[in-house]
């Protein structure tokens, strides 16, 4: 065992070039992750349902559009900020209603900074939601994933016509 644990901590060491990089956490935050998807697909099977063959090309589209503005809420905005302030400095703004934040701390306390402040990294704790919601409950989750798809065109429609008016001006 004590050959197989200094090699663990020498590929950690070259990995980690002078840097403070939790992998032991990291590897952790990917077991939790992994069991939750596990825990899940137990109820799924628990309750007799079965998980689908596929999800339809406008469910997906749906569940896109809203896991990437929930990711993007959750991991940048100023609204949430309170969420991720026990792992975080706030280090300015990035653009319109997005903060620039510095993860800090070390350890789990570093790994959970960096997945909360990474809205890709979110992304798949999300989707993973509003699939497994699709399955459990599939009209909460389509209104919930509605909501945040139209917030994103919103979204878009405000950022069209900023640029208006700045070409305007």
């Not at 620039?100 to 990294?121: D, H, I, M």
């Not at 939601?129 to 979204?155: E, I, K, N, Q, Y």
């Amino acid at each position: 065992m004590t050959s197989i644990a200094t090699t663990v901590q020498r590929e950690q060491a070259a990995y980690r070039a002078g840097e403070e990089r939790p992998l032991g956490s990291f590897t952790a935050l990917m077991a939790g992750y992994a069991a939750t998807v596990v825990g899940a697909a137990a109820l799924v099977r628990r309750s007799r349902r079965e998980l689908p063959e596929r999800i339809g090309a406008a469910d997906l589209a749906l569940l896109a559009v809203a896991t990437h503005k929930l990711s993007r809420r959750l991991a940048k905005d100023p609204v949430t900020s309170p969420l991720r302030a026990p792992f975080t400095r706030f280090d300015g703004t990035t653009g319109p209603a997005e903060l620039k934040e510095q993860v800090r701390g070390s350890g789990p306390r570093k790994a959970l900074g960096e997945l909360v402040t990474c809205p890709f990294c979110m992304a798949q704790w999300i989707a993973t939601g509003f699939c497994f919601g699709l399955v459990v409950a599939p009209r909460p989750t389509r209104f919930a994933a509605s909501v945040l798809t139209v917030v994103s065109g919103s979204d878009l429609l405000q950022y069209a016509h900023a640029a208006l008016d700045k070409a305007v001006d």
